[in-house]
């Protein structure tokens, strides 16, 4: 379980995120909905703990990524937002080294590998260079990495970003999978029919501010519209403007 | 399991090895490019000195029927006498003679009537080729001018001796070895350079190349410290500059057998234990090669503003080597411990056949050590830093 209270971040004089709080239980899909800029980078770092926010704090499990750094890292897979490879290493050798880099028994990295490989359809490209990668292969090595430890807790910085329709499709029925198992799914994205599709509970931020919180259904009664993507404009053209600030540092 | 340090660093080598430009330029061009230019310079060196020296002189002279005598002595002494060019001057000029005797017609008659024979030699100094033989050809006419003195001295009853109140007796203390000195000047450079080259473009990789091919945030989000994350990969780059110093050293001890020394009376030393001590001496300038690339690495924006960075750097160990070959001074404690300045003074003792006192071993490794591991833990402070993140 994931939880945030009150995170609030400034760049220079731009407030990037203002106190910003959210819950993401087990078993559950959650989305940080909004658009490019909104804060929604800067608010998953502050969750996994690479950036200090100024104020609010953080529970991993109960532990606070900012004061137990590699304790909260072990039941917790992060896909940032930046997800190079190593281009000399090929797509398992790129996903054992996290493995071992967690800490795990060379037999429990070679398990996960063949699961993970098998479970996201890699196993035509696992034993190749990721050097030349499409987009989609990228996207699969690194989700494997991020999750060969098998943590209980999983956030996902837009995740399918230049996914195609099958690469997409895979990523989501791996998603559905994993939160079958009981995990705590976070997730960033601006795109609504992915929030839509599998999504059990969408924050919607906007300048930096949660301006709702609810189902898909919660919010569409909340708005009187018909669509999720009537009902985000709905809302975030009903949460003013008014406070400055700018793009993702 | 292992620990997290050792996976990195493993990880490092493995990615590293299978680099192409990696591999060329850190343990190819560099190390091998080093000791074959020194060896060709050197061998160049060694073979103009002996065809100047050796061959025999070529004298043109302009007017030789005017002194028989003198041009017997100079065939005697293995001088080869050719016929003068009409215009001297313009033959020096030209370049088709590096020097010029001109005996005239007054010349027999001065000599004959006991006055000093005018020899006109035509040389240009400012042609640094000409001076071995100039040099030569002086002696030459001195020695026969001294001959014919004493002769006549002796004609009239008087010892040649008196002719000579003082004379030098030279006593000359430079070693073969020393006389090399100029030149061996370079060698603790051309190894330095083998040093910085090997580690540069893994210093690189592990800062801007992971911020640039957006992997070190990933990277950050394993449960290891992130001081043991750089000291994983600083290790690595530390292990490619020994790696590449290594190859250095063995193909210098190759070199050598091809530099034919002996022909200058020079013996230089490489064996076993020479050459353990000089990578002895070189291991900390290893580990402050890989701090201080690795710092500057961390400020750069990306891979190719490193690249130009660290190209730069690898001026700096050339300093010490200048200021070892223009100001020849005794070497005090403080120049010993001094990073680079030390080991350059160090390894040209070695070279030479010096032995080195362990208090100076100790002065050098540990003194660089020190600095080195100062820069390391600088470097890992740098690392801990929330902006290393973001590149742009």
């Not at chain 1, 078993?27 to 609010?56: D, Q, V």
């Not at chain 1, 791996?174 to 799914?185: M, N, V, W």
């Not at chain 2, 190894?191 to 540069?200: A, C, D, E, P, Q």
Request: glycine share 8%; aromatic share 6%; net charge positive.
């Amino acid at each position: 379980m994931i939880q945030a209270q009150q995170l609030s971040k400034t760049f220079g004089h731009v407030q990037a995120v203002n106190s910003v709080s959210l819950q993401a239980p087990d078993g559950r899909i959650t989305a940080l909905l909004g658009a490019n800029g909104a804060g929604k980078t800067t608010s998953l770092r502050m969750i996994y703990g690479l950036i200090r926010p100024e104020s609010g704090q953080v529970r991993i499990d109960g532990v606070d990524p900012h004061h137990d750094r590699e304790q909260s890292l072990h039941t917790l897979g992060v896909l940032p937002d930046a997800r190079g490879l190593y281009k000399n290493l090929t797509a398992r050798e790129n996903i054992e080294y996290f493995g071992r880099l967690h800490g795990m028994a060379e037999s429990d990295v070679q398990r996960r590998c063949d699961l993970l490989i098998e479970q996201l359809g890699m196993q035509s490209f696992a034993h190749r260079r990721t050097e030349g990668f499409s987009q989609g292969q990228r996207v699969k090595v690194a989700l494997a990495r991020t999750l060969v430890h098998d943590p209980q807790n999983i956030i996902l910085d837009e995740p399918t970003n230049g996914l195609d329709v099958m690469a997409t499709r895979s990523v989501r029925d791996f998603l559905r999978q994993e939160k079958a198992r009981g995990k705590c799914i976070l997730f960033s994205s601006h795109v609504m029919q992915e929030v839509s599709a599998i999504c059990d509970h969408i924050v919607v931020i906007h300048n930096g501010r949660i301006c709702a919180t609810g189902s898909e259904s919660e919010l569409l009664a909340q708005t009187g519209q018909k669509n999720l993507e009537d009902a985000f404009v709905h809302l975030i053209s009903h949460n003013g403007d008014n406070n400055a600030r700018g793009n993702n540092p | 399991m292992k620990s997290p340090f050792s996976v990195i660093f493993w990880k490092e080598v493995k990615e590293n090895l299978r680099d192409k430009r990696t591999i060329t330029s850190a343990l190819v061009m560099g190390p091998l490019m080093g000791p074959v230019l020194f060896a060709v310079l050197f061998s160049f060196m060694i073979q103009q000195q002996k065809s100047q020296s050796e061959a025999p002189l070529e004298l043109p002279v302009i007017g030789a029927e005017n002194a028989k005598s003198f041009i017997k002595y100079a065939r005697q002494r293995g001088a080869r006498i050719i016929p003068g060019p009409s215009d001297p001057e313009q033959a020096i000029r030209a370049k088709e003679h590096k020097l010029v005797l001109r005996i005239d017609d007054d010349y027999a008659r001065q000599f004959r009537s006991g006055q000093p024979a005018r020899i006109q030699l035509y040389y240009d100094a400012s042609d640094k080729d000409s001076a071995t033989p100039v040099k030569r050809t002086r002696v030459l006419i001195e020695r026969y001018g001294h001959q014919i003195g004493a002769a006549r001295l002796q004609l009239r009853g008087v010892s040649p001796m008196l002719n000579q109140p003082a004379f030098i007796e030279n006593h000359d203390l430079s070693t073969p070895q020393s006389r090399a000195a100029i030149i061996l000047a370079l060698l603790p450079y051309v190894l330095m350079i083998g040093i910085f080259t090997g580690g540069m473009y893994l210093a690189i990789d592990t800062t801007a190349g992971e911020k640039e091919r957006q992997s070190l945030e990933p990277l950050l989000l394993n449960p290891v410290r992130r001081s043991t994350i750089l000291a994983g990969k600083l290790a690595a780059t530390v292990a490619f500059s020994l790696m590449a110093v290594a190859i250095t050293i063995l193909t210098f001890k190759i070199a050598f057998h091809f530099i034919p020394f002996e022909e200058l009376g020079m013996a230089l030393k490489l064996d076993g234990r020479v050459m353990g001590l000089i990578f002895l001496l070189l291991m900390p300038v290893a580990l402050l090669a890989g701090a201080v690339q690795t710092i500057i690495a961390a400020f750069s924006r990306n891979f190719r503003e490193a690249q130009t960075y660290l190209s730069i750097l690898l001026l700096l160990p050339m300093l010490p080597s200048i200021a070892v070959m223009v100001m020849p001074v005794k070497e005090t404690p403080w120049m010993i411990a001094t990073p680079i300045l030390g080991q350059n003074l160090l390894i040209n003792q070695l070279v030479k056949g010096e032995d080195i006192t362990t208090v100076n071993l100790l002065l050098a490794t540990g003194g660089t050590a020190l600095v080195g591991f100062g820069l390391a833990w600088i470097a890992v402070k740098l690392y801990n830093r929330e902006s290393m993140l973001f590149s742009s």
